[in-house]
């Protein structure tokens, strides 16, 4: 690219920046922006720390072991320990130093209620991650503390394998979310059934529903009682041209009698047979002649008029089978957990059952082993009742097992030191190096006595005080302040007005449009900005308008910037938020979002189909430095959403490939992301009632109103900004290089688990120029 002169029409001045011309397009601030990132990307790529992210999980959920990983990563390099799996960690030789701050009594939650406060948090941290409810031993988790555990032989059950620390004697049986929705007392068969708004809530096959014509009910007549017998159900699939169809399905009776083990021939082409997960290969399944409808026919002779079916996740199972039945109980709700998360039927049949199944050592799952593992389930459940269930903790059980799974795991790669059993203090040691601690938490300082400085301080002001003199000192720092915790009334509260604030701001209202418009066209319109909860049409007006709630903000926001001021049939009509006092600031709320570090360089874009990411990886050369393609799926049929994300290496790139991708020969819709992809499952999860159109004035809750009517010092707005500042002036007096975590733990109380999220960052690091390809649901 030959070199621009300056304004004075001399020669190039190399030693200052360059001016240019302001673009029309995407502003003069953006254009001199996308002009240095991609300066910086031809520059030489320099050797220093950097970290790329890379989660696995759908919903980047981050594990305090995995978070234990890259903390002994970090530390020893990979001379000694494997790479974390979830992350890269680039040129660990040359960190500086690992600081560690925790944020004891704040959640994902409390971060996006003041995001607009945490502006440097939100800004300075590119790497954003879910983290799981709080665990007992937060802090000794993600360091990798254990406590020893007895010798002898192997325990029937996880439960028999537990530390003292999480005995029967320390759970609180009400908070257990089995026992709120049960009681204590042992429950009939009846109460086990879901109801048919659970079945609605859960997407399970109904009667009458639109998506069901062609469902094949059983013979069912409604005598259901007491004394109906059980059936233990699975199935297994493959993945079609049409989505996920049957392959595999089994049927058990309540004494153990497997009725039914049939192979099902798919009617649609066979695209992946998801070996790993049914067993099914094309050798097994290519003489099979079985056919969905003869199996449907079997199912309804096999079963009585008063079946109960049993099954894990067994919506996924009757829609496979393309059959309805009223009366079910699945096991994956009937063991509830919180926050609407579900225990894997591995777990719960090693937890409950003391029997292993799933086994790494098989060719994917045993579709009979599983149905007799259901119904077992639930016959445990009807025997001991819910107490017996609580008093075993299984929540505790979970991290239990994934603690011993992380440390047990084989690690076979070539010269390095196994250290998968050893704590972050112990490779700190390993090297003569200590751990500083402060905190003004007692009982928290006792668990870091070996090869540590425990500073135990007053406050949260002297905890920071002592941090700015201590922490060059030491090249591994935990941090810890202490929060109070907001009543659990008004967190609940809390809660339920930010997921309806950020429905709101998802919803658009249109209009006004005439009386004989082609409601169908408007229909088709707003679909194409991305995907639709739903479509109402308003008739209260004097002319119609739409109401249009999408599932996430960048198309309601591309919507509104697209639509809003058009001609319609001649009529000039307006694309707009609902006006509540929850989407007044809505505005400036995106705006923040559009330059939150995580969305930099991440671009949106609606219209794809099946074959985008082929057409993509074939004209790579069009899109220089793509990091990775995000591709949503549906939870249903695991198909491709008909949306994307494209993660770039910089601004600029994603700048660049935007203005190709909506160009005349992609003809794609899509704008700069709005949304960290964290925050997709917390948004999915959204309660029914929040999904409703809404219009209802929001009225705060007596408690929270009375403490807004003036913004007084000690307000949670103020204190968030200002201690938002704080750790800004602490971040910033870090060294170069230092490796930096801030975790909000998340918080419990009478109402649920909330969980936490995690920021992580290298300070002043330069971005990957590597390129990281993933395709992620």
């Given amino acids: 690219m030959e070199p621009e002169k300056d304004g004075t029409g001399g020669h190039p001045r190399k030693d200052r920046k360059r001016k240019r011309a302001p673009n029309k397009q995407i502003g003069a601030s953006e254009a001199m922006r996308a002009r240095w990132d991609l300066e910086e990307e031809r520059q030489p790529e320099a ?22 990983e890259l903390l002994k990563y970090a530390v020893l390099g990979k001379s000694c320990v494997s790479k974390p799996r979830w992350c890269q960690l680039f040129h660990q030789n040359r960190l500086k130093n690992v600081v560690v701050f925790v944020l004891q009594g704040m959640s994902q939650l ?112 409604g005598s259901v009682t007491e004394n109906s017998p059980l059936f233990g159900l699975d199935c297994e699939m493959c993945l079609t041209s049409k989505g996920r169809e049957l392959t595999r399905v089994s049927l058990v009776a309540e004494g153990g009698a497997c009725l039914m083990d049939e192979l099902v021939k798919p009617d649609n082409k066979i695209l992946d047979y998801l070996t790993r997960f049914s067993g099914i290969t094309k050798k097994i ?114 991290h239990h097992q994934e603690l011993q799974a992380a440390s047990q795991e084989p690690r076979n790669t070539p010269g390095v030191i196994q250290h998968s059993n050893t704590s972050v203090i112990e490779c700190l040691d390993s090297l003569g190096q200590k751990l500083l601690f402060l905190s003004q938490d007692t009982d928290a300082s006792d668990l870091f006595s070996k ?36 009543a659990p009334m008004l967190t609940e509260e809390m809660n339920k007005r930010m997921r309806l604030k950020w429905t709101q701001m998802s919803t658009v209202y249109a209009g006004p449009f005439s009386k004989n418009c082609n409601l169908r066209a408007l229909k088709r319109l707003f679909k194409s900005f991305g995907p639709v909860r739903s479509i109402t049409l308003i008739l209260e007006t004097h002319q119609p308008h739409l109401c249009v709630q999408y599932e996430v903000l960048e198309a309601a926001q591309l919507a509104i910037e697209s639509l809003d001021g058009i001609l319609v049939e001649g009529i000039c009509i307006k694309v707009q938020r609902p006006v509540t006092e929850l989407t007044l600031d809505g505005d400036t709320l995106v705006n923040e979002l559009e330059l939150d570090s995580e969305n930099r360089g991440t671009i949106y874009l609606s219209g794809v189909n099946e074959n985008f990411k082929d057409c993509l990886l074939q004209q790579s050369s069009l899109f220089l430095g793509l990091e990775a393609v995000i591709l949503p799926k549906d939870l249903k049929s695991g198909m491709p959403k008909k949306y994307c994300f494209l993660k770039f290496k910089t601004f600029g790139s994603a700048q ?67 201690w938002g500042r704080k750790i800004e002036k602490l971040y910033r007096s870090l060294c170069p290089g230092t490796l930096c975590l801030i975790l909000l733990p998340g918080t419990q109380s009478i109402h649920g688990a909330l969980s936490g999220l995690g920021l992580v960052g290298i300070k002043d690091e330069e971005e990957s120029t590597i390129p990281n390809m993933c395709l992620s649901g």
């Fill in 110 to 221: 409390h971060f996006y209620r003041f995001y607009l406060e945490l502006r440097f948090l939100r800004k300075a941290f590119r790497h954003k991650f879910r983290l799981p409810p709080p665990s007992s031993n937060f802090l000794a988790d993600i360091i990798g503390l254990k406590k020893k555990e007895p010798t002898g032989d192997l325990p029937k059950t996880l439960e028999e394998s537990l530390p003292s620390a999480i005995s029967k004697a320390s759970i609180n049986l009400q908070n257990d979310p089995i026992v709120r929705k049960y009681g204590l007392k042992k429950v009939s068969l009846i109460r086990c059934l879901l109801t048919k708004e659970e079945m609605k809530t859960f997407s399970f096959p109904l009667q009458g529903f639109p998506d069901c014509e062609n469902f094949v009910p059983t013979k069912c007549d």
């Fill in 47 to 68: 050797k220093k720390p950097r970290l790329s992210t890379v989660l696995l999980a759908e919903n980047c959920e981050v594990t305090h072991g995995q978070l234990c």
């Fill in 656 to 722: 660049r490939a935007l203005t190709i991708l909506k160009g005349k020969e992609w003809k794609l819709k899509g704008r700069h992301a709005l949304t960290p992809r964290h925050l997709h499952t917390w948004l999915r999860g959204l309660p029914p009632e929040s999904r409703s159109p809404p219009g209802l004035h929001v009225i705060p809750s007596p408690s929270e109103q009375q403490s807004l009517q003036t913004l007084k010092v000690d307000h949670p707005k103020v204190a968030a900004w200002r």
């Fill in 451 to 486: 090869n540590c400085k425990t500073i135990k301080c007053l406050s949260n002001k002297q905890v920071l005080e002592q941090a700015r003199v201590e922490i060059p000192q030491f090249p591994f720092s935990i941090v810890e302040f202490s929060f109070e915790p907001f």
């Fill in 285 to 398: 399944l290519n003489p099979v002649t079985t056919k969905l409808k003869d199996v449907q026919r079997q199912l309804k002779a096999l079963l009585p008029p008063d079946a109960v079916l049993v099954g894990h996740s067994l919506d996924l199972d009757l829609r496979a089978l393309k059959m309805i039945h009223p009366y079910v109980i699945d096991t994956s709700l009937l063991y509830i957990r919180e926050q609407g998360r579900r225990f894997k039927l591995k777990f719960l049949a090693k937890a409950i059952l003391g029997k292993d199944i799933q086994c790494p050592n098989k060719l994917g799952h045993d579709a009979t082993e599983d149905a007799r593992t259901t119904l077992e389930l639930a016959q445990y459940f009807l025997k001991y009742g819910p107490k017996k269930i609580a008093e075993l903790n299984l929540h505790a059980l979970v």
